[in-house]
Nanobody, 125 residues
């Protein structure tokens, strides 16, 4: 079992930045790929970005490339999502997740076995 807790969400104006954190406990976090997903009201949960267990490989949705950066600190059992140049369409609940398959970095919701409770990100125009 891996327990995940997100933090860092909030309200920000368009063009602003936020950094989300995902604190992990339980089984060895460094053995799992980590992903960030988001879900807006009335929409399906979508992949945002993911990172391999060791941190050497990353993957991004086209909609966030160049604006968002994923990272992880396995010594601290924590993952991060730095979000810059935020847009109103980035408004959603953001979830971190862990997957046993590390490479290539998984993109499908079904490949992630462990999920956090989510943190709300609201971008005002």
């Amino acid at each position: 079992q891996v327990q995940l807790v997100e933090s860092g969400g909030g309200l920000v104006q368009a063009g602003g930045s936020l950094r989300l954190s995902c604190a992990a406990s339980g089984r060895t976090f460094s053995s799992y790929a980590m992903g960030w997903f988001r879900q807006a009201p009335g929409k399906e949960r979508e992949f945002v970005t993911g990172i391999s267990a060791g941190g050497g490989s990353t993957r991004y949705a086209d909609s966030v490339k160049g604006r968002f950066t994923i990272s992880r600190d396995n010594a601290k059992n924590t993952g991060y999502l730095q979000m810059n140049s935020l847009k109103p369409e980035d408004t959603a609940v953001y979830y971190c997740a862990a997957a046993q398959r590390s490479w290539p970095v998984p993109q499908a919701v079904s490949e992630y076995a462990y999920w956090g409770q989510g943190t709300q990100v609201t971008v005002s125009s």
